[in-house]
């Protein structure tokens, strides 16, 4: 079990989060400050294993805790969670974990703190009972906002010219990147080319249909067709993971 510290100067929001947290049997004890003084000032009191800060707080805001915390030798795990947005880059640029936005999800928050629990076991120089990958984090625009994506959040991606569109549960993102060069890309991350217009990734798969006239495979809720010439590589992934496609 690891103890945590938990910041910020909305009391609602503040207890919501300790709630949930508490609901995680990783999670021991559960510390609360109400500002980036209090933040600090409880650190030269407790030792914890991972911090979770808001960003917009009176005095010190989260960022500038976070630039504190980073001249620290052994500095805690910082996860941000905040409905600020437009903060993403910065705060992966002072080595944040994780980003979440409020309202905070139960599922996005369990997998929060399986980064600081990984983090933990790498600094320590050991590994974690359940390994958790370091997620490889994208920066993508929408409605003008740049913000950070999880990799693993990407369940296919569609080609449109030099361009390709990340789908995810909540929405899609246009990158500047060919659908080409994420194919080489994300090989090793389960990712593998269907079609001359599709990419997608294996773990999001949920339905296949490949002994039909007009195969496709089922991501998320959407039908992708796979293409005659990308289908006998996908057949020789799905016999290597031995995944039966359904009956038609």
């Avoid at 941000?80 to 974990?97: C, G, M, P, Q, R």
């Avoid at 060919?178 to 001359?196: C, M, T």
């Avoid at 217009?197 to 992708?224: C, D, F, N, W």
């Avoid at 796979?226 to 590589?233: A, F, M, N, Q």
């Amino acid at each position: 079990m690891i103890s945590v510290l938990i910041a910020d100067d909305e009391l609602p929001a503040l207890e919501e989060l300790a709630y949930l947290l508490g609901k995680d049997a990783r999670i021991g004890a559960v510390h609360r400050a109400s500002s980036g003084a209090g933040v600090l000032r409880l650190l030269e009191q407790e030792q914890v294993d991972g911090i979770f800060l808001d960003i917009h707080m009176p005095g010190l805001s989260g960022l500038d805790v976070a630039r504190s915390l980073a001249q620290l030798p052994k500095a805690p795990p910082v996860v941000f969670v905040t409905a600020d947005e437009d903060h993403a880059l910065k705060a992966f640029e002072l080595a944040a974990v994780d980003y979440l936005l409020k309202p905070v999800r139960s599922d996005r928050l369990v997998r929060a703190v399986g980064r600081i629990v990984d983090t933990l076991a790498g600094s320590h120089g050991g590994q974690a009972s359940a390994p958790v990958e370091r997620p490889e984090m994208i920066a993508v625009t929408l409605g003008g906002v740049t913000r950070m994506i999880d990799r693993a959040e990407v369940r296919f991606v569609q080609a449109q010219g030099d361009y390709a569109r990340l789908h995810t549960e909540e929405a899609s993102y246009l990158v500047r990147v060919p659908l080409a060069d994420l194919e080489v890309q994300w090989a090793d991350a389960g990712f593998i080319r269907i079609h001359r217009g599709y990419l997608v990734a294996m773990a999001h798969v949920t339905r296949l249909k490949l002994g039909q006239s007009s195969p496709a495979v089922t991501v998320g809720g959407a039908e992708i067709p796979v293409s005659r010439r990308h289908l006998p590589r996908l057949r020789e992934r799905l016999e290597a993971n031995r995944v039966k496609p359904s009956a038609p």
